[in-house]
């Protein structure tokens, strides 16, 4: 499966959380809820989740191989990476 699409779709700033995201596989299936967050040793992508009733966070939905996940993390950080620059081009620009 490739990763056709990631849409940011909500930063945050002086956050851990640092976006919103969603992503397009294939053509087909869209993911909403991916995040990302800054950790304390890198940045990195957490898959939606929600709290089951001990109170622990599961992700609803993940890739099974560590090669579809680190193609995930790439796609997605790529994204915000440029997003982001963007916006500090488009501020610097501004001033």
């Known amino acids: 499966m490739k990763i056709t699409e990631v849409k940011i779709r909500k930063v945050f700033s002086d956050r851990v959380l640092k976006a919103a995201v969603s992503i397009t596989v294939g053509e087909h299936f869209v993911i909403h809820d991916v995040k990302i967050i800054q950790g304390r040793e890198r940045i990195f992508v957490a898959m939606p ?4 009733e001990n ?9 099974i191989s560590e090669e579809f996940r680190q193609a995930i993390e790439k796609a997605v950080l790529d994204e915000y990476y440029r997003y982001t620059a963007d916006v500090r081009a488009q501020e610097t620009d501004e001033n």
């Open 49 to 52: 989740s929600r709290k089951d």
């Open 55 to 63: 109170g622990v966070y599961r992700d609803i939905v993940h890739p």
